[in-house]
């Protein structure tokens, strides 16, 4: 390849959004101890549930997000900060909406299969969590894909690996960091909370619940 041709990159400043699925890897042991490892003959009907409850986020979070990724049990999505600054209200109610179609997806899903296993089951106690991030990142050319990269996508998803949790226990929550809130217009909602890693840092932000009372 000619040295002075570069794979095309562009930055932008905007919203990171992760959406998790809790419960995926208790979920999918079960899906492995019902059926085994070998699905040449039949795929497990948990594929299907999982899917169907994936497909909720993705067209919950679209079209203000642009999904940029499914990464196995997650949802990376991202939108203009232009598009999103001081539309907070509007958002947070969004996501909560998200967050009632994952569960009524999660329930018709369920229902409208024949099938019993050990596994299916469990998909009761899938749920989500977010994680939302405001700063620049950059879209690269890598072959014949886009991949969104740079530190603040790097921060994002390490704030999937948190404490959150075990301050306000088994319950669906958003992670603002403090600059999503302030970019939004949320500084003063929910809880203060802090995280700390070893390769980014303290980050601080604000733990919201989902689930509406």
């Given amino acids: ?15 990171l959004l992760l959406a998790d699925i809790s419960g995926y890897t208790s979920f999918m042991a079960g899906v492995e101890d019902a059926h085994g490892v070998d699905f040449s003959v039949e795929i497990p009907v948990g594929f299907g549930l999982l899917g169907a409850v994936l497909d909720a986020v993705v067209q919950g979070v679209e079209p203000e997000f642009e999904v940029a990724k499914l990464e196995g049990d997650a949802v990376f999505a991202i939108a203009p900060a232009a598009a999103l600054d001081g539309e907070g209200a509007s958002l947070l109610g969004q996501l909560r909406a998200v967050h009632r179609a994952f569960h009524a997806r999660r329930l018709e899903a369920r229902q409208a299969q024949d099938h019993e296993c050990t596994a299916c089951p469990l998909v009761s106690n899938l749920d989500l969590k977010m994680v939302l991030h405001r700063g620049q990142s950059v879209r690269q050319g890598v072959g014949s894909r886009t991949e969104v990269l740079g530190p603040a996508v790097n921060v994002a998803h390490r704030l999937l690996k948190n404490t959150v949790q075990a301050r306000i226990g088994y319950r669906p929550y958003l992670f603002l960091t403090d600059a999503a809130a302030a970019g939004l217009g949320l500084a003063q909602v929910g809880i203060e909370h802090r995280e700390l890693y070893p390769d980014v840092g303290a980050i601080q932000g604000r733990i919201v619940e989902l689930a509406e009372a």
């Fill in 1 to 15: 390849m000619d040295a002075q041709v570069q794979p095309h990159a562009s930055a932008s400043e905007g919203y």
